[in-house]
């Protein structure tokens, strides 16, 4: 898990200098609640020109998921995008 952290961490400072001309980019650790879906956690954390399928698909690779079900009480990382 420690190496997973770090590798985000590193991930996100290369994306991050990578889209300075776009937006800044950080992660966050999102808590699932009941009702929680990833259309739902996709929709609030996406940048307002941002496709939901698409940050639905994001969220899916930085978390290594193979579907779309969360449970209550797990934890996503989620890509917060800032427009400037």
Known sequence: MLTFVLI???GTIVS???KRKTGAIH???VAIHAGDTLWSIARH???EK????RM???IMEINGMCSENIRS????IVPVKNAK
């Open 56 to 58: 639905i698909v994001e």
């Open 45 to 47: 954390y996406k940048a």
């Open 50 to 53: 941002d496709d939901i399928e």
């Open 8 to 10: 985000l961490c590193l």
């Open 27 to 29: 992660y966050e650790s």
């Open 16 to 18: 991050g200098a990578q």
């Open 73 to 76: 009480g797990e934890r996503l």
